[in-house]
């Protein structure tokens, strides 16, 4: 398992195999990016895991409930930030 | 945030919508007003929901903080009975899949290409070329869709390809403001040849080949109107043959001006 491309470019950033220009280096920190296969949760077909928790507006989301019995998207994203 | 702006299209279609942090909820409400996000983001601060789930980021340790606990990133798509019938998964944690390829998965219905490249009508097959989105909004994938329609009777090859035949391939020219993926070529289906017995592996009718791209954002200022374009370029080459007779092989460029768009910005405070 080789390092991941990283270029720095004239402004300070960092590239990555994309070309995508971004402030942290890849392979460090928010950009560690894996290399071979990784876990992605339930595979297609699995049941997916009900979750309970708070939403911005303070209300407590119940997964499986709120959708109903309609189709949903569930987006896993590493930070509001950055 | 992409997601928010295409809210009106999920709910049109009564798929659900929901967003997962590892952050605490202040700073998602804080989030929230800033790009005046009304979709539901759920907060996930000691990681819980992603370790349920099974996505925790696994090349980063407890000495990582504060990035530790972060998911590697992605989208599932759930069925009406809950089950998972898609799932987005990247192996660079800043490239996602569009929301149009989320509802696509969601709903099942095609995404219709919107863009057309004009191309000089070909001998025999029919050439489209077209991007399934009305501009490239930064770090997320849509596709290039590239179509050939091959008359009845003639078919394209795919690989493996015979010695001396030409297979169906098509290269997007290298841009430092795009990335892509590798092509996405349908499966074959065998024919054989009468007299050798030889095997080939063939296209019929219409034959439609996927290249996820994306745009790299941070590398274009916007002009003085505010828009801002890349020229999506490249070349399709394939070689149509009936069962009597191979056509000369094909190469055909095309060309597609394409409105791309940075990150988003906060949304003024209102006063």
Redesign the interface.
């Known amino acids: 398992m080789g390092e991941p491309s990283a270029t720095q470019h004239t402004s300070g ?1 960092w590239l ?7 402030p942290y280096k890849p392979g460090v ?7 071979q296969a ?12 009900n ?1 309970v ?7 407590v ?1 119940d ?2 409930s ?16 950055w | 945030m992409e997601l928010q702006s295409f809210l009106p299209a999920f709910e049109a279609a009564g798929v659900s919508v929901y967003v997962v942090f590892p952050e605490p909820l202040e700073q998602l409400a804080s989030f929230a007003a800033d790009y005046a996000i009304t979709l539901p983001l759920l907060a996930d601060p000691d990681s819980e929901v992603i370790r349920e789930v099974g996505i925790l980021n696994t090349t980063l340790t407890e000495d990582d903080a504060p990035f530790y606990g972060i998911p590697f990133p992605g989208s599932y798509v759930l069925g009406e009975d809950g089950r998972v019938v898609a799932k987005f998964f990247e192996q660079n944690s800043l490239v996602r899949a569009h929301p149009d390829l989320l509802l696509q998965a969601a709903t099942g219905k095609e995404i219709e290409p919107v863009a057309s490249a004009p191309v000089s009508p070909p001998e025999h097959v029919e050439l489209e070329v077209a991007l399934n989105a009305e501009e490239l909004p930064a770090f997320l994938l849509r596709d290039l869709v590239v179509t050939l329609r091959v008359p009845a009777g003639q078919h394209l090859y795919g690989l493996p390809v015979s010695e001396g035949l030409v297979a169906t391939s098509v290269d997007i020219d290298e841009s430092k403001y795009l990335g892509m993926q590798p092509a996405v070529l349908p499966p074959t289906h065998p024919m054989v040849l009468m007299g050798t017995g030889e095997t080939l592996h063939v296209y019929e009718g219409d034959v439609t080949i996927r290249i996820p791209v994306l745009y790299n954002a941070y590398r274009i200022k916007p002009d003085e109107s505010g828009a801002t374009n890349i020229e999506l370029t490249g070349t399709v080459r394939w070689q149509s043959c009936d069962d009597h007779t191979c056509h000369i092989p094909r190469t055909e460029t095309f060309s597609i001006a394409v409105p791309v768009r940075g990150p988003n910005v906060p949304v003024a405070a209102s006063g």
């Open positions: 950033w990555d195999d994309y070309g995508i220009l971004g920190g928010p950009r560690s990016d894996p290399r990784f876990p992605t949760g339930p595979a297609v077909g699995d049941a997916f895991p979750i928790s708070t939403s911005q507006t303070g209300s989301i997964l499986h709120d959708r109903g019995a309609g189709p949903a998207v569930v987006v896993f994203s590493r930070a509001t930030l």
